[in-house]
Each structure stands twice: as C-alpha cells, then as structure tokens.
C-alpha cells in the first residue's frame, strides 16, 4: 500500500499563494493516477484535482479551474498542488490520493495521508 505524508499547507490572506507537496512511498507510483481532496469544517471531502500516471492528463474541480494547478514529479515520488488566487472559501485540510483511474468520489478511497491545513483569511 502506498504510504502518502501531504505538508505545505498554512495560513495565508486572501489572494495569496501556496504550494502543497505529497510524498507517497511505493513502486507503483508512476502507475497511479493521483489526486487531491479537500475537506472544509462541517463539509464532506471533496474532489480538487487529478494527474495522470505520466502527467499528461489532469483534471479540476470547476471551483479550483484556473487558480489551481497539479502537477507530479515520477522520479521524486511527489505530486504538488500550486494554488494560486486563493480564496476564504478554499480554507480546508487537504488530501492526497491514489487509484487506477479518475475517481472523484472520496469514498472509493480507503489509503489517506494525515493531511495538511490551509487557511485562507479575508
């Protein structure tokens, strides 16, 4: 199973930028198509962005389209979610995770790092 550590998250003001990493253990790495969820107080776990296993393919959330970008990096098992223009209502933890395909549903997931907090103040 493969292990994910998520960090670079923080507290920033609105319009502001950060950069999150997720490092996942594992020799399949470059086989998964990895994403990242996030998770609001009191809200479910949602979708934010997915990669293909080479990178060439990826996918937003429509609230993240143009702000967002994901990226991944094969030889460094990482995978990093620049958020630019961030926004109040983008204050959540965020995951990183795994699968065969592009899953948008959080529940099919059962393999989750401990997350990282960003916080976006007006």
């Known amino acids: 199973q493969v292990k994910l550590v998520e960090s670079g998250g923080g507290l920033v003001q609105a319009g502001d930028s950060l950069r999150l990493s997720c490092a996942a253990s594992g020799r399949s790495f470059g086989n998964l198509v990895m994403g990242w969820f996030r998770q609001a107080p009191g809200k479910e776990r949602e979708f934010v962005a997915f990669?293909?296993?080479?990178?060439?393919?990826?996918h937003y959330a429509d609230s993240v389209k143009d702000r967002f970008a994901i990226s991944r990096d094969n030889a460094k098992n990482m995978v990093y979610l620049q958020m630019n223009t961030l926004k109040p209502e983008d204050t959540a933890v965020y995951y990183c995770?795994?699968?065969?395909?592009?899953?948008?549903?959080?529940?099919?997931?059962?393999?989750w790092g401990q997350g990282t907090q960003v916080t976006v103040s007006s």
């Open positions: 990669i293909s296993g080479n990178g060439n393919s990826v």
């Open positions: 995770a795994g699968g065969p395909d592009y899953i948008p549903d959080p529940q099919y997931y059962d393999n």
